[in-house]
């Protein structure tokens, strides 16, 4: 296990169209979170899982964006309808945790989406 | 307001000199902080965990103020391969990050 690996490394897609992608974190972490990246930004949270229960979920998760870790493993984000506003690189990132504190947080590589 | 604020540079800093700069955190309930390294269009990769009682880590030396909620960064001896955006992170209390918007330093020959 090499770390987090996120697919597709890059999309294109026309607007209105729906987009997935997927995240595999570190075998052993408990922990997966999603970010949102645009150009001149800080990565911003959009939500994270514990296992398989979705714990949180920011505000920038429009109910055109779902998430989910069906096994505990692996994740899917998903976009629906795709706007230009959702051009951005969406970075997954996983961790294990255990008694309150986060080890090994690590960030996949993105996807970075283009919507035109 | 954002919850971490940063001076976004670019700081251009000659090769060798030494560049500092912080950034500031609004929630004082902030548990964690670090500061990460973004080169262009990769991924943010940690760089060092920021400790009260100051730390370094080679060249780097990173400070914390909670009195005055804010985080400081220093870089020796800059080298070319130090060029990047630095990311100052807020962690909360369940691993969720708080990240800035940067600050972009340029080391030049």
């Known amino acids: 296990d090499t770390g987090v690996s996120q697919n597709p490394r890059h999309k294109i897609t026309k607007r209105g169209q729906n987009v997935t992608f997927r995240c595999d974190p570190i075998s052993e972490h408990n922990r997966l979170y999603w970010y949102r990246q645009t150009l001149g930004q800080g990565p911003e949270f959009l939500t994270y899982?514990?296992?398989?229960?979705?714990?949180?979920k920011s505000r920038l998760l429009s109910d055109r964006f779902s998430a989910e870790r069906p096994k505990g493993s692996f994740s899917t984000l998903e976009i629906q309808r795709t706007e230009q506003g959702d051009s951005a690189m969406y970075l997954c990132a996983s961790s294990f945790s255990s008694m309150g504190a986060d080890y090994g947080y690590t960030f996949g590589s993105g996807t970075r989406l283009t919507v035109v | 307001r954002k919850e971490v604020e940063q001076d976004p540079g670019p700081f251009n800093v000659p090769e060798g000199a030494t560049v500092a700069f912080n950034c500031t955190y609004s929630n004082s309930a902030s548990q964690s902080f670090f500061w990460y390294r973004q080169d262009c269009r990769k991924e943010p990769k940690l760089l060092m965990s920021?400790?009260?009682s100051g730390n370094e880590d080679g060249r780097f030396t990173a400070q914390l103020n909670r009195a005055s909620q804010y985080i400081s960064l220093l870089i020796r001896d800059s080298k070319l391969s130090d060029s990047a955006t630095y990311l100052c992170v807020s962690r909360g209390g369940w691993g969720k990050l708080q990240f800035g918007a940067g600050t972009q330093v340029v080391v030049t020959p």
């Open positions: 920021v400790y009260s």
């Open positions: 899982f514990q296992n398989e229960a979705q714990l949180e």
